[in-house]
């Protein structure tokens, strides 16, 4: 199949971008990045926009820089480039490490950061990441400049906390010390995780001072495993702690069953993985005294 016709723009810069969703709102106008997920919901019209507004001649939306204690990436940041530049393996190698698992470096050539993050796949490796390391997505619209934490970004699958007028520009992480791991369970590699887990660790005198850890696969969007990091903070690091978040972090999730697993599969899986996860992290935070 392929799309039903639509109008097509090339903007230069965020607020001509901007303008153009303003003034094609009666069509539902949608913007173009790395066009990996679009496209093909185009084709299969899934999504029908009456005008599309395609951001890669807009230079301003590119870049990877460290500003102060920020990692600052462009929403328009091609995936390759995120996973293979050193700002971000130095400041935020959680990140490095949930990209080189995103479907395939031909994708990754082409894939945005900000395109996956606004598209909001409930399995996707971003969203968590994001999440784990307590982003700031920032948005342009009409109005101006307002920045969005990631825990309040992520709606509903396939749903964020962007307005119709509104554009993704830029990507803000916070430098974290101490231990990460991205870990996840596919069927074949490149392929949509069944489940992943990102977690971030910091140890100060022998015991655990900070915890993060989300998930996708087991909820409709990614999920902050907030119970299984109060069961960490101040715990001793060693099997019955982390045995103990991982069971904190699976109680209470009630995922969906589909063809690739039940929901009791990926419960499981989320549990056993939450501990693979934590173990790695713990050992790179241990390294690092």
């Known amino acids: 199949m392929k799309p039903p016709p639509f109008r097509y723009a090339a903007p230069s810069s965020v607020a001509e971008a901007v303008d153009l969703l303003v003034r094609h709102a009666a069509v539902e106008p949608r913007v173009l990045a790395g066009g990996q997920s679009l496209v093909p919901l185009m084709n299969f019209r899934l999504a029908q926009p009456g005008h599309l507004i395609d951001l890669r001649r807009v230079a301003d939306l590119d870049g990877i820089r460290v500003h102060g204690d920020y990692l600052v990436i462009g929403a328009m940041a091609r995936q390759s480039a995120v ?28 894939g945005t950061i900000g395109g996956s993050l606004a598209h909001a796949d409930p399995t996707a490796e971003l969203p968590a990441v ?28 396939f749903s964020t906390a962007l307005a119709a007028d509104e554009i993704l520009t830029e990507i803000r992480l916070p430098r974290r010390e101490g231990g990460h791991a991205f870990i996840e369970f596919a069927r074949t590699h490149g392929t949509f995780a069944i489940v992943a887990v990102a977690a971030q660790i910091e140890l100060d005198g022998g015991r655990i001072s900070r915890a993060a850890l989300a998930l996708t696969g087991v909820a409709p969007t990614a999920v902050r495993a907030t119970a299984a990091e109060r069961a960490l903070v101040g715990a001793t690091p060693d099997t019955a702690a982390i045995a103990a978040a991982a069971d904190a972090a699976v109680s209470g999730l009630t995922p969906a069953g589909d063809v690739h697993a039940s929901a009791t599969t990926r419960t499981e899986l989320a549990r056993t993985y939450v501990r693979r996860a934590l173990d790695l992290a713990l050992s790179r935070a241990q390294d690092r005294r």
Do not use: H, M
């Not at 530049?85 to 395939?104: K, N, Q, R, Y």
């Not at 700031?136 to 969005?148: D, H, K, S, W, Y």
């Open 130 to 157: 994001a999440l784990a390391l307590d982003a700031e997505l920032v948005a342009t619209g009409p109005g101006g400049i307002r920045g969005i934490p990631a825990a309040e970004f992520f709606r509903g699958p």
């Open 83 to 110: 996973e293979d530049a050193p700002e971000v393996a130095l400041t935020a190698p959680l990140l490095a490490e949930a990209i080189g698992l995103v479907a395939d470096r031909t994708v990754r050539n082409s």
